[in-house]
């Protein structure tokens, strides 16, 4: 079965960086893109970008450009989300999300699997 | 702000049918497909519909999808108390070059 299993929680102070991994099983990983969207406490769903299956080609929401960086390590299946620059504004929870296409080439913007998530608190 | 419009409210009594609407332009529902994700206290999002109506295994028929114009709707019939959750549309924007949500509805079984 297919699994998103997320790293946990971080507290993290205003201006530092944060990575956050998403280990993928039970797929072929190298066969989906790969998104990841935030949830700030009581608020809705936010795209944070997409990385495709090689891990050569990543798309970013204009609200994370210059901060968000995507990687994957496909030898061991696993995503990886930096942000950097953090401020209050970016406590949310982060959750990596499987592209349900299945495709090398195309990504359908669905999500058909998601990981538990990951909080990260700023706070200084 | 969010990109696509949802109420943030909603509500039914058990067995009812109830319709979430979700509106947007041109550049998103106009011209690509929608889904839909329900979200349970606590818990991770989970695909409702995808392609506008398409159901993946394991998701009840009692859940439906539509689009229409730049406006799509997720239907329930049917409706029990675990239905109670946030539901959140979502698309592809071209104008933005991304994924884009509604603010989500939260829906009540009285």
């Known amino acids: 079965q297919v699994q998103l299993v997320q790293s946990g929680a971080e507290l993290k102070k205003p201006g530092a960086s944060v990575t956050v991994s998403c280990k993928a099983s039970?797929?072929?990983?190298?066969?989906?893109?790969m998104h990841w969207v935030r949830q700030a406490p009581g608020r809705g769903l936010e795209w944070v970008g997409v990385?495709?299956?090689?891990?050569?080609?990543?798309s970013y929401g204009q609200q994370f450009q210059g901060r968000v960086t995507l990687t994957r390590d496909t030898s061991t299946s696993t995503d990886y989300m930096e942000m950097s620059s953090l401020t209050s504004e970016d406590t949310a929870v982060y959750y990596c999300?499987?592209?349900?296409?299945?495709?090398?080439?195309?990504?359908?913007?669905?999500?058909?699997?998601w990981g538990q998530g990951s909080l990260v608190t700023v706070s200084s | 702000q969010s990109v696509l419009t949802q109420p943030p409210s909603a509500s039914g009594t058990p067995g009812q049918r109830v319709a979430l609407s979700c509106s947007g332009r041109?550049?998103?529902?106009?011209?690509?497909?929608v889904c839909w994700y329900q979200q349970l206290p606590g818990a991770a999002p989970k695909l409702l519909i995808y392609?506008?109506?398409q159901r993946p295994s394991g998701v009840p028929d009692r859940f439906s999808g539509s689009r229409s114009g730049t406006s799509a709707s997720l239907a329930i019939s049917g409706l029990r108390s675990d239905d109670e959750a946030y539901y959140y549309c979502?698309?592809?924007?071209?104008?933005?070059?991304?994924?884009?949500f509604g603010g989500g509805t939260k829906l009540t079984v009285l």
């Open positions: 999300a499987r592209d349900g296409r299945g495709s090398s080439d195309f990504a359908d913007y669905y999500f058909d699997y």
């Open positions: 039970g797929y072929t990983f190298t066969s989906h893109y």
């Open positions: 990385i495709n299956p090689s891990g050569g080609t990543r």
């Open positions: 041109n550049s998103n529902i106009g011209r690509n497909y």
């Open positions: 392609k506008n109506d």
């Open positions: 979502a698309t592809y924007d071209d104008s933005l070059y991304g994924a884009v």
